[in-house]
């Protein structure tokens, strides 16, 4: 008895063309045929129907009617991309060939979604969205799972080192860290004090045993991860802090403020923190005096990163530039100059070139050694909310106001677009 099945892919609802198989034909046998629909290799298709996998020791015949409508999702084999857009979707793309892989739509109720990730090895997505609902989305079985705790928007996500737990900052003046696997909530924090207007940043310590948060009222809390305890609370910033991010040695945190200052802190108890603010000079003070440094009016500082080796600190600030800091003195090496505010930074893997966004719709890359411009990365229509490199070096990941999202070389050109969404880009990550 021969079957004609009706295909499509689970995520994006595209059919392909109706599939003739024998109702004896194993579902292994079915893959292959879908793969080669696909123009994939077969060990990346899953099979589906109504959400719910194909075993491959199946036979088509039990488990499949005639005419009835499969879904097809494809495995991601570890070169993607995912973009967070303002149009309440996220879309996980081929970086090779620009194809969008998957178009994931959390619930209409749901709302923009701000911040997107991947796991490690590819095969999950995380989407947090503006009614603080937060999705896994398995990329392999087309299912999805609603974490729920969050009661406003989802400010920023971020994976623990060995990508078993995930962080999220919410304006609903919580930290949450999640089981990804199953979905639980492992705590729920809130601080009076610091987070009563809202959380902005989180970050994972490299070796994952304690996270940090900062939020609305300026105040940086360290927490264990395993028991919630607080084991810091950072005072200083005297205005919202939008960033926060660990030294890859685990014993300092930078953090970046409203106040006009970007600040490193030790995690060690009693030791001063430094105030990057001024540029060629450093103001030292002990972390628990509530003291504010005035700035030299560069603007807030939206966006903070360390070198890979924590030698060096690069700090973005609204008032169209970023500064370069040693990281050890406070020294202000040198000033990146856009035409408007910038949003993002990042350094290179080796740490010999710095990157900047801005919302004057170019990234650029500057030599870290004598702060020259090296390449002007041209093509977006609106400012670039984020950009980062890829793990290799050799490309950067950028997304905008104009509603797409790029892949560049480090040598200027762009590699691919990524166009689809119908409102502007919120972030982009990608597969560590």
């Known amino acids: 008895m021969t079957l004609t099945l009706r295909a499509a892919m ?11 198989v024998s109702g004896g034909d194993s579902l292994r046998q079915l893959r292959v045929k879908v793969a080669e629909a696909c123009g994939v290799a077969p060990h990346l298709v899953n099979l589906l129907r109504e959400s719910w996998p194909l075993k491959e020791q199946g036979i088509v015949g039990e488990e499949l009617d005639d005419g009835c409508m499969v879904q097809v999702a494809l495995a991601v084999p570890g070169k993607e991309i995912i973009t967070a857009s303002q149009d309440g979707s996220a879309r996980v793309w081929n970086a090779d060939t620009g194809h969008c892989m ?18 490690r090895c590819g095969k999950v997505a995380v989407t947090g969205s503006a009614d603080g609902s937060i999705r896994s989305w398995c990329l392999e079985d087309g299912s999805s799972k609603l974490l729920e705790g969050h009661s406003r928007a989802v400010a920023q996500m971020r994976l623990s080192p060995d990508g078993s737990k995930l962080l999220s900052a919410s304006d609903d003046s919580t930290v949450r860290c999640w089981h990804l696997q199953d979905g639980r909530c492992l705590l729920a ?37 395993e028991t919630g305890e607080i084991l810091a609370s950072l005072h200083g910033h005297s ?84 500064r370069l800091y ?39 890359l500057w030599r870290v050694s004598d702060g020259q411009l090296v390449f002007q990365l041209m093509g977006h229509n609106a400012g670039v909310n984020t950009a980062c490199f890829l793990p290799d070096g050799t490309q950067v990941l950028s997304a905008s106001d104009d509603r797409e999202a790029r892949l560049w070389s480090i040598s ?21």
């Open 10 to 20: 689970a995520f994006t609802g595209q059919e392909l063309p109706p599939i003739e």
């Open 102 to 119: 998957f178009h994931l739509t959390p619930p209409s109720t749901s709302g923009a979604v701000h911040s997107v990730l991947l796991s």
């Open 189 to 225: 924090l809130e601080h009076p004090d610091a987070f009563e207007r809202g959380v902005r940043s989180v970050a994972f310590a490299p070796d994952g045993r304690c996270f940090v948060a900062a939020g609305a009222n300026g105040v940086v809390v360290q927490y264990s991860t």
């Open 239 to 322: 205005a919202a802090v939008h960033t926060v991010v660990f030294a890859a040695e685990g014993r300092r945190i930078l953090s970046a403020s409203d106040d006009r200052t970007a600040r490193i802190w030790h995690t060690a108890p009693g030791r001063p923190c430094m105030i990057l603010g001024d540029p060629g000079r450093c103001l030292c003070l002990l972390c628990d005096l509530r003291e504010r440094d005035e700035g030299d009016g560069s603007g807030p500082a939206f966006a903070a990163a360390f070198s890979p080796e924590g030698e060096q600190a690069l700090v973005a600030h609204f008032a169209r530039c970023a």
């Open 326 to 364: 040693c990281a050890s003195s406070g020294y202000c090496h040198h000033v990146f100059h856009h035409k408007d505010a910038v949003l993002a930074v990042d350094f290179s893997p080796d740490g010999l070139l710095a990157l900047t966004a801005s919302d004057d719709t170019t990234c650029a």
């Open 412 to 432: 200027g050109n762009c590699l691919q677009v990524f166009s689809g969404h119908q409102k502007r880009l919120h972030s982009a990550d990608f597969c560590r």
